[in-house]
């Protein structure tokens, strides 16, 4: 068995794809469309879903935004220079609302950053 992706309901599908692709570095997988049932889908990682977990961010077409709720946490994601990529996310109008630092009471340097949906994502840079 193994994790296969997690899904994400997203208010603006270019906007998302385009904050995950161009901010985050990872690569549109593919893409489809439900006529009947007004949703569009599209997979995004950083390698095949064959052989990485990936992100399902549906679109559903009568519906532009949704409430958070409080049992979602958050997304992680490890990175080799956290320091230059909050730098850049936020060179390119993205919301670095955890600066990178220490963890507390640890040693190792995180940050988080939400996506255009308010999605948290936890940055922690592995060297």
């Known amino acids: 068995m193994r994790l296969l992706h997690t899904m994400l309901r997203v208010a603006d599908l270019q ?22 049932y007004q949703y569009t889908l ?12 990936v992100l399902e961010l549906t679109y559903n077409w009568d519906k532009n935004s949704y409430q958070m709720g409080d ?19 936020e060179q390119h109008g993205g919301d670095v609302y955890r600066k990178p630092g220490p963890v507390k009471g ?12 308010g999605y948290a994502i936890e940055l922690i840079e592995r060297k």
């Open 15 to 36: 906007v998302s794809i385009d904050f995950y692709t161009k901010l985050m570095g990872m690569k549109l997988l593919r893409k489809s469309e439900n006529k009947e």
């Open 42 to 53: 599209a997979f995004i990682g950083y390698g095949e879903e064959t052989d990485t977990t």
């Open 71 to 89: 049992a979602f946490g958050h997304i992680a994601i490890a990175v080799d220079d956290i320091y230059a990529l909050c730098a850049f996310i």
């Open 106 to 117: 640890g040693k190792s340097v995180i940050a988080f950053v939400r996506d255009p949906d």
